[in-house]
């Protein structure tokens, strides 16, 4: 990777860069047998949703998108029942959705940044918890959440049924778990 790398908010003239990290990742999925991000989630609407709450972030080099990834914040319905486990704390919680990487960026801790990004706006707004889910099969991002110290808390139920393996990291003060 070349040259300095931004994290920004995300701007809605974006939002055809970011849909084509999207559609890299659900290919990447789609070959690789997991069942997540298919089914044309998420699209367009979605992302643009994303961006115009201002919960959009994106990792720019050169001029280039090259990492998105969603932070909200508030009770997200999702997260609400767990199951075979329990969250580490009550609330309030950011929570990252979203996240991918083109594809060529793989590999260079790029993902690490954004967490360590998001870290640090959920810190400036006093929320010391940062939980996240993936696939049971998505085994590099429970890889990365892990290395990132996020412990693995059960299972939440997505609106359509479908399981997600739930993890969440305290956070203190220094930004640290």
């Given amino acids: 990777m070349a040259g300095e790398v931004n994290f920004v908010r995300a701007h809605i003239d ?20 997991i069942d997540q991000w298919q089914n044309g989630y998420p699209n367009e609407e979605i992302i643009a949703g994303d961006i115009q709450a201002g919960n959009s972030y994106v990792l720019i080099s050169g001029g280039r ?9 508030g009770d997200d319905p999702n997260y609400t029942e767990i199951v075979d486990g329990t969250w580490l704390s009550p609330g309030p919680y950011g ?13 260079q801790g790029l993902s690490s ?31 990365m959440l ?8 059960g299972v939440i139920h ?6 997600r393996l ?8 220094k930004g640290r778990g």
């Fill in 14 to 33: 974006q939002l055809t860069e970011i849909m084509e990290i999207v559609a890299e990742a659900q290919e990447y999925f789609r070959k690789s047998g």
């Fill in 65 to 73: 998108i090259i990492a998105t990834a969603a932070l909200t914040f």
């Fill in 95 to 107: 929570a990252l959705h979203r996240i991918a990487l083109r594809g060529e960026y793989k590999g």
């Fill in 113 to 143: 940044r954004i967490l360590a990004e998001m870290t640090e706006i959920c810190l400036e707004r006093g929320v010391y918890s940062l939980r996240s889910d993936t696939h049971r099969d998505n085994t590099s991002m429970q890889r």
């Fill in 146 to 153: 892990d290395k990132n110290g996020f412990k693995l808390c």
């Fill in 158 to 163: 997505l609106a359509d049924g479908s399981p």
């Fill in 166 to 173: 739930a993890f969440e990291k305290i956070l203190n003060r």
